[in-house]
Nanobody
């Protein structure tokens, strides 16, 4: 059974930091690209950061403040969030993407709330 379990969300003041973790199980973690998405109230889900085969991508809004990393020995992906702003408030979702044959496989976590107060 595939599971992506996020943790580390919470309430923090602007300028503070949080570290999100996503523990994966039920699939070959090292073979999958991993990402973090977020969805604020009334807005569409957006890609925050992505890591695949050592390459990383960041949304412009978080460049220089957020860092994505992964530990394949622990099947875990992290998102270090520094200099948080109120506009970073959202539910953050862990995402795994891979390929099986000719099919694209996508898994999602249940999300963790991040609230940044001004």
């Amino acid at each position: 059974q595939v599971q992506l379990v996020e943790s580390g969300g919470g309430l923090v003041q602007a300028g503070g930091s949080l570290r999100l973790s996503c523990a994966a199980s039920g699939f070959t973690f090292s073979s999958y690209a991993m990402g973090w998405y977020r969805q604020a109230p009334g807005k569409e889900r957006e890609l925050v950061a992505f890591i695949s085969r050592g390459s990383t991508y960041y949304a412009d809004s978080v460049k220089g403040r957020f860092t994505i990393s992964r530990d394949n020995t622990k099947s875990t992906v992290y998102l270090q969030m520094n200099s948080l702003k109120p506009e970073d408030t959202a539910v953050y979702y862990c995402n795994a993407e891979g390929v099986r044959g000719s099919s694209r496989i996508v898994y999602w976590g249940q999300g963790t709330q991040v609230t940044v107060s001004s």
